[in-house]
């Protein structure tokens, strides 16, 4: 069936009671119509187009009829020509060929005496324009923004916008007759004028400047505006043109934009239309709210500022939502500019926290920390505190980074920051971030006064509540560190700290936690570490066995590192001339520099990371394992595991070790054997007791203050602590878990690293076979592979460095060498026998790897040294690996 009228049609597929009716129906309409359109039915064209855009509308394909809708367009008659330009925009689009066909039906229009044909030109003109239209129709949009008719210019001035966005640098042709628009008394002129003016300056820096000579007469628009009584034609709930009166508004502020002579010619006006807006209608709202945003770009008035926040402090009060969000949002923007005009909406600000909407939490949530300063800290941080006991969980980690930060800037004093900062921990501990976390417990250490204070309020804390992780956390190891005061008790008279705290009492609480439902491997190792510490802050033995006991019952744990720190806590108890200098007290821990969310924040350093060298002694280690793996040393990481070995020379201890692969094999210090280089530092030991909480000594305990054994074979004995001998050091346990080797035969305390014959696999030594690594200005170094007899997991590699005195030109001085392997595998590097060779003295250097597995080794070398002939030299390189079979 056929439908002749829209109606017909319209009707019929409102009456389909399915979409395959409806697609049935108006598949037979589009084909009737395409044969139509074949026929050239000129008294259908009309009725088939308007059938056609309601196919359209419904969503289904009508491009066939493009072509007919620009036949209408050229037809005489009015209604065809109407009928045409509106198919001609919903169909096509500035991209599509066919356009350029329409450009001559448009010029001419835009010539023709009607003014109704003229308006659908430009409306057409100005919605589908292409560049290539807007240059050939540019000078026709010209003379007509001149055009005595003012509903040609309201057009002209609107499809102007079209073309300065499509070819911008035609815009100097309408900038003298858009400035002709501004004397316009019409208000629908005026405002397109000011449209067109606007897109303009966005655009153009020059045209900016150049119509900032304009505003008086804006201003004095606007004046009138306000100032006129009412007007039927455009008030809108008793305002006058609002439309207009934004539109002024916005122009006014790019005009006045880092302009203080237009700022100051505006002042008056817009302090007239903030005080005489009625803001009980939404219209009267949005007027004052362009003024506002007006008022705070430009240079104005302190003055008027202030009348600017109030008027955004009033908007918060408001019933509607989104006028508190605008308010709230515009607020945050403007602190900047007058915080005390801020600071005395802060009460409704603070009731914005309460409210059921979570962007309005969200924005007043972050005005309040805005807001926070030295004389309102303590108000404010309670009143937010109280908003953390009940936020949403999104909010939490946020809010607690922001309240610690808060705390440590503004903190009137130590107490009340430890006092926050705990209170922070007990109602969001599963919320605060680990550099948070780091941060307190620096404020601990650095707070000797309060050491005692702190771990009573930490002890009390967990006495009621061991589930926030972050509490947990930072009370065990602050009972671990100054669980001796938590025992003597204080003279704190708050009725919440803890009174005539026994030993028995703080072990329990530890038992508990490490028990309990909450307890992870993280927290698992704190508490091992800090009932450890506690067996040199207590005094009763009966706990020292207890604690005993305790540690040793994880010694078949599942988790490796529990395992394992177990095994060594368990061995170092038979050890007690050493063990409380070792599990001495951390020093005063050293800010480091950290950026957060923004903020600048001061926090430990790592405590898995070796001590800092002094600034003197030019790049640390760090920076030269960091620069190995071709990541700088400003930042980054890297899955590889990074590992050197500084050679030693006579009476010097190493530049530096890896403390995570060897907890117990340092530089010895003053007090040690010089002749060990396996000895450790008690700081060596203290720095890895305490891992995951960013924390690490600021500097070493010197040795002295261990009591070495008195027998010749003390550094033995100390090695022997974890199990291990002269020929495998403790260290080549790297703490990832790797199997400690078997104890074998100790050697001389004064031996120097030689090839590892003792734990050979292969048989007598001349059956290993060497392999070239490095061969450059006449330093050679090779590779012999020995797989550990006790640990098939673990390789020797005894690297051999021989000095051609002919190529080099003398000694090699200053050897360095820096090793990476990949993230499968974990190295040690031992320190080489001298830092100079020469050509009868070669040195050599052992490498422990521990490849469990068994993928092939590859390393990456970083090799610096310095000879007569080539200077100094730094240089990378990678060994590809050993072949099957080699070690």
Known sequence: MVFYRLKDLIKAIRACKTHADERAVIQKESAFIRTSFKEENVELRHANISKLLYIHMLGYP?????????????????TDKRLGYLGTMLLLDENQEVLTLLTNSLKNDLNHANMYIVGLALCTLGNIASAEMSRDLCSEVEKLLGSSNMYIRKKAALCAIRI?????????????????????????????????????CLANPETLVYFRKAVPILVRHLSNLVSAGFSPEHDVTGVTDPFLQIKILRLLRILGKDDVESAEAMNDILAQVATNTESSKNVGNSILYETVLTIMETPSDNALRVLAINILGKFLSNRDNNIRYVALTTLNKSISLDVNAVQRHRNIILDCLRDADISIRRRALEL?????????????????LAFLEVADNEFKQSMTTKICLAAERFAPNKRWHIDTVLRVLKLAGNYVREEMLSAFIRLVTQTSELQG???QKLYASLKEDISQESLTLAGVWVIGEYGDILVQGGSYEEEELAKEVTESDVIDLLEKVVQGPFANQVLREYVLTALMKLTSRFQSAASTQRVKTLIESYSASIEVEIQQRSIEYSNLFQYDSIRPAILERMPVIQIKETVIAGERLGSPSSSRQSAQTSASA??????LLLDLMGIGTSGGSTNAQISTG????????????????DLFSGPSGGGAPAASNNTTSAA?????????????????????????????????NILDLLGGGGGSAAGSVPSGGMAKPKPTSPVPAAATPARPTSTTSNGAAGNRKSFPVYSKN???????????????AVVNIMTAFQNDEGMSGGPIQNLQFHAAVTKTQQLQIRPASSTTVTGNEPATQVIRIANPQNTPVRLRLKIVYTTPNHGGVDELCEFAGFPAGAY
Do not use: W
């Open 778 to 792: 006449g330093l050679t170094i090779t590779f012999t592979p020995v797989r550990d007899g006790a640990n098939a």
């Open 368 to 384: 309040s920390f805005s807001l926070i300063n030295e004389s309102n800290v303590r108000v404010l941080t309670r009143e937010l």
């Open 646 to 661: 500084a050679p030693t020379s006579a009476g010097k201890a190493p530049a530096g070790m890896d403390l995570l692969a």
């Open 62 to 78: 009508a491009h066939f009829g493009q072509i007919e809708c620009l036949k209408l367009a050229a037809s005489p008659m009015f």
């Open 453 to 455: 204070y702190a771990v």
């Open 164 to 200: 300065i966005h499509r070819v911008p640098e035609l815009q100097e042709n309408f900038v003298q007759k858009a400035k002709s628009l501004l004397n316009d008394r019409n208000h629908g002129v005026l405002l397109s004028g000011i449209t067109l003016i606007t897109e303009m």
């Open 618 to 623: 030019g790049p640390s280690d760090q920076d």
């Open 684 to 716: 060596a030991a203290v720095t890895d007791l305490f891992s995951g909480l960013g924390v690490s000594a600021s500097s070493p305990t010197p040795t002295s203050n261990i009591s070495p054994p008195s027998s010749a074979s003390a550094g033995n």
